[in-house]
T-cell receptor, first 115, second 113 residues
Framework: AQSVSQHNHHVILSEAASLELGCNYS??????LFWYVQYPGQHLQLLLK??????LVKGIKGFEAEFIKSKFSFNLRKPSVQWSDTAEYFC?????????????FGTGTSLTVIP | DAGVTQSPTHLIKTRGQQVTLRCSPK?????VSWYQQALGQGPQFIFQ???????QRGNFPDRFSGHQFPNYSSELNVNALLLGDSALYLC????????????FGSGTRLTVV
């Protein structure tokens, strides 16, 4: 069965610190990879996505992620976090089948940035 | 504005009751998916509707059912509510043959007491 693992459940950083959130997935077929962010009280928003091509993808708000196929990983990074980055971050895998597609989400990483 | 509208935003029900949640997809989207997000967890896929039929289903019991209307809007019905059904229910819309772009609604917070 497909699964997505986020190993960091809660991360606390000071402003300007660098961020890296881990994401590993298990799925034998072709996948598309995503990172979503959920700010307190708000809906899930897409940060970035990887379909194919350059394994280093850039998203909104200075976030980037690197797809390493051999490691089944898609880690999220940001060189310098801001207080406004405090949120829940979800890694997701989209597996397309003959009948449609669905997302598999990780359990999320709660990021708290201290001013 | 998320583009996907869900109603109601909050709901409190008693065990054993039935509930209906509603979702209007983003304009131009034809596929609706429902997810359950329990506290401290990632969203779990319930099912997906396209052309008014359930196309895929996650690991949820038959108490969870749905419907899609000709205008692509959708309902999620849960019968015989359990305390464990308390969660945030998310609706996401997409294009069946699109670029996998999902747009999520803000969700309905269901509390079962």
């Amino acid at each position: 069965a497909q699964s997505v693992s986020q190993h960091n459940h809660h991360v606390i950083l000071s402003e300007a610190a660098s961020l890296e959130l881990g994401c590993n997935y298990s799925y034998g077929g072709t996948v598309n990879l995503f990172w979503y962010v959920q700010y307190p009280g708000q809906h899930l928003q897409l940060l970035l996505k990887y379909f194919s091509g350059d394994p280093l993808v850039k998203g909104i708000k200075g976030f980037e992620a690197e797809f390493i196929k051999s490691k089944f990983s898609f880690n999220l990074r940001k060189p310098s976090v801001q207080w406004s980055d405090t949120a829940e971050y979800f890694c997701a895998v989209n597996a397309r089948t003959t009948t449609g597609n669905q997302f598999y989400f990780g359990t999320g990483t709660s990021l708290t940035v201290i001013p | 504005d998320a583009g996907v509208t869900q109603s109601p935003t909050h709901l409190i029900k008693t065990r054993g009751q039935q509930v209906t949640l509603r979702c209007s997809p983003k304009s131009g989207h034809d596929t609706v998916s429902w997810y359950q997000q329990a506290l401290g967890q990632g969203p779990q896929f319930i099912f997906q509707y396209y052309e008014e039929e359930e196309r895929q289903r996650g690991n949820f019991p038959d108490r969870f059912s749905g419907h899609q209307f000709p205008n692509y809007s959708s309902e999620l019905n849960v019968n015989a509510l359990l305390l464990g059904d308390s969660a945030l229910y998310l609706c996401a819309s997409s294009l069946r043959r699109g670029d996998y772009g999902y747009t999520f609604g803000s969700g309905t917070r269901l509390t079962v007491v």
